[in-house]
C-alpha cells in the first residue's frame, strides 16, 4: 500500500503556465510509473456511510486508487493500516486482500479509480 498525504506534496506550477508568474499550481499525487500498467476499469465516486466497513476483498488483475475527498476512514491493506482523511490518496496493489471502515459520524466521500490488467479487474470476496 502506498498512501501520499496531499498537504505533503509542493505546490508547482502547471507545465502550461508561466513558470515564473503561473496562474494554475498543481500537487502531483501520482505519476505514470506510480501505477500499474493496464487500462481505467472504472471511476467512481463513492460514499462510505457512519461507522461502516466495505467487505474484506480483493482483485485478481486491479490495482485500486482511493482519493479521499471527505471524513476519515482506517484503511487495512493485508497487515497495514493506516488512517485516511481528505487530501490523502491510497494506491492499493492488485491481489491485495483490503477493507476501509469510517470511524466517525460522518460519510467518507471518495474517488476509486480501478487500472485492470486483462481480466476487467474481477473482485473476490475473502
Do not use: C
Amino acid at each position: 500500500m502506498q498512501v501520499i498525504r496531499l498537504h505533503d506534496l509542493p505546490q508547482v506550477p502547471a507545465s502550461h503556465e508561466n513558470q515564473k508568474d503561473p496562474s494554475v499550481l498543481k500537487q502531483i499525487l501520482l505519476r505514470r510509473e506510480d501505477l500499474a500498467l493496464g487500462r481505467i476499469q472504472m471511476i467512481n465516486w463513492a460514499i462510505l456511510l457512519p461507522g461502516k466497513s466495505f467487505r474484506l476483498h480483493s482483485h485478481e488483475d486491479m490495482e485500486e486508487v482511493f482519493i479521499i475527498l471527505g471524513g476519515k476512514a482506517e484503511i487495512t491493506v493485508g497487515e497495514e493500516k493506516e488512517l485516511l482523511m481528505k487530501g490523502d490518496v491510497v494506491v492499493i496493489p492488485e491481489r491485495s486482500i483490503h477493507t476501509m471502515k469510517n470511524v466517525t459520524a460522518k460519510a467518507v466521500t471518495y474517488l476509486v479509480i480501478g487500472i485492470a490488467r486483462e481480466r476487467g479487474g474481477k473482485t473476490v470476496i475473502v
